[in-house]
């Protein structure tokens, strides 16, 4: 799959998007905005043609001004960030892979969508329509709960980050003076919120409450 057909599945329709590039010297990142697919998948191949390790937002904001949570319009997926390596939480991506099918099967969760990082994984469950970032919110604070008690070490701070930025396919890793390529490895299928939401077990009436109120009830929800 190429950088802008995944792009397409993860990203909302409306809204401006975010392309971040770093490199490992410690310079400033460079930072610009988009109001289209094309031209963020240009950028991101210059960054990577410049050896710059290329980052996208997950989400759409309302302004092409600060890539914050508050700036959120909307979301279109719901995503994983697992680690493996040597001093990581899986050893290998095989590893990874192996933990997160156990966790699908358990709480009968879609197909997701899985990207190589270089070396660790990260994975998606695109959504048909996008949603609201409140609607996101509720439900991505529920995947964090069920990734925790099936034993999925996800990085916790990522799942429910709706500003978060991940590293888009077709660019590459230059970790550890290597060059490796971010890659699909598997294509899940687009689904219908409501599926992700009976898979966690999310009540609606747990959606619309307020930020404070969902974190103490986050525990309470039945899978």
């Not at 043609?49 to 508050?70: G, H, I, L, V, W």
């Not at 995503?79 to 290998?92: A, F, N, Q, S, V």
């Not at 609201?132 to 999925?152: D, F, I, T, Y």
Request: aromatic share 10%; with cysteine; net charge negative.
């Amino acid at each position: 799959m190429d950088t802008e057909k995944f792009l397409s599945r993860v990203w909302p329709t409306k809204g401006w998007y975010c392309i971040q590039g770093m490199k490992l010297d410690g310079s400033y990142p460079v930072i610009t905005w988009h109001d289209n697919i094309p031209d963020a998948c240009n950028e991101i191949d210059r960054l990577t043609q410049n050896s710059f390790n290329a980052y996208y937002a997950c989400a759409s904001f309302e302004k092409n001004t600060k890539r914050e949570q508050a700036n959120v319009q909307a979301c279109k997926a719901f995503w994983l960030d697992i680690d493996c390596g040597e001093r990581k939480p899986y050893l290998t991506q095989e590893a990874g892979i192996e933990a997160l099918v156990g966790f699908c099967n358990k709480y009968s969760m879609p197909v997701p969508t899985v990207v190589s990082s270089g070396y660790g994984i990260h994975v998606y469950w695109c959504l048909k329509s996008e949603i609201s970032r409140s609607e996101w919110k509720g439900v991505s604070e529920q995947l964090k709960v069920k990734c925790r008690e099936a034993g999925l070490l996800a990085d916790a701070s990522v799942t429910s980050d709706e500003a978060r930025i991940l590293r888009p396919p077709g660019s590459k890793n230059f970790k550890n003076g290597t060059e490796t390529e971010v890659e699909v490895y598997l294509e899940g299928p687009l689904v219908e919120f409501d599926v992700i939401k009976a898979a966690l077990g999310v009540m609606d009436i747990f959606l619309n409450a307020p930020d404070y109120i969902r974190r103490e009830l986050t525990p309470l929800q039945k899978s």
